[in-house]
């Protein structure tokens, strides 16, 4: 269910207000309706073998002058220059985690679930669970006959009051590396509802950046969760494999945490 916030045009920003527009259209064209939107695309994560080489290089580097605890005007400048690196330590190619305080600071998905899950060898399952762990190297994999039209991922959200999702992040496909993304189907078209209600149909580009969809504000329909449905409309054929994948879905929003 949509809500407007209490005080909708305090301490607004342009995201903010497009986020109100897109709401503002979604109200206007009916419960039925579903809105098409386009993504904004992101940066392209480094999860090449050179990138994640040097990055391994990198993160050696720093975790043995961490280990030193050597009061900081004993160490070289080089030595400095490392440590004051945190945040690529603490952000390796392949994580889609924000780096310090974010939404995620008070939300977190409780229950992840799917229609199918490719079940790969003996014990190895490409369920919901890999959709929302923050890796690009894992990734949801619907098991269905065919290419994955109709298959579905749903994800239970705790929100606190005055809390809402405004934006979709999709990393599309199987992003773990180039040809692992090929070789796999993408998603196309995929439909969203909130609290069982019709919100919009992505459409999401077939690329593995990450792709951000501002989806108005949406919030719980009773007591304290939101639950989302994402449900596959069209698919990007794969080179190899009829399976289609979605590396990761974070979400970000708005509110006091």
């Known amino acids: 269910m949509l809500h407007w916030p209490q005080r909708p045009f305090r301490r607004i920003g342009a995201w903010q207000r497009a986020c109100l527009v897109v709401l503002a259209c979604t109200m206007a064209a009916g419960a039925h309706a579903q809105m098409r939107l386009q993504p904004t695309l992101g940066q392209r994560n480094p999860i090449d073998p050179d990138s994640l080489h040097a990055f391994e290089r990198f993160a050696e580097a720093y975790d043995a002058v961490e280990a030193l605890e050597f009061p900081w005007d004993s160490l070289e400048r080089a030595q400095q220059d490392l440590i004051l690196q945190e945040k690529r330590r603490a952000t390796p190619p392949w994580s889609t985690e924000p780096f310090g305080c974010s939404f995620y600071c008070a939300v977190s998905p409780e229950r992840l679930s799917s229609s199918s899950a490719l079940r790969e060898g003996g014990s190895l399952v490409h369920d919901a669970n890999r959709v929302h762990d923050f890796d690009l190297r894992t990734a949801w994999v619907e098991g269905a006959e065919g290419d994955g039209i109709g298959e579905s991922l749903s994800?239970?959200?705790?929100?606190?009051?005055?809390?809402?999702?405004?934006?979709?992040?999709?990393?599309?496909?199987?992003?773990?590396?180039?040809?692992?993304?090929?070789?796999?189907?993408?998603?196309?078209?995929?439909?969203?509802?909130?609290?069982?209600?019709?919100?919009?149909?992505?459409?999401?580009?077939?690329?593995p950046r990450e792709q951000a969809f501002a989806v108005g504000m949406l919030g719980p329909a009773s007591g304290s969760f939101l639950d989302l449905e994402f449900k596959i409309l069209e698919v990007y054929p794969g080179a190899r494999f009829p399976d289609t994948a979605i590396s990761e879905i974070n979400v970000d929003g708005i509110g006091d945490h």
């Open 155 to 207: 994800m239970r959200i705790p929100l606190n009051r005055g809390m809402f999702v405004t934006r979709i992040l999709i990393h599309n496909g199987y992003a773990k590396d180039a040809k692992t993304w090929q070789d796999n189907g993408r998603v196309k078209a995929l439909a969203i509802h909130a609290n069982g209600r019709p919100v919009a149909v992505l459409e999401l580009l077939d690329d």
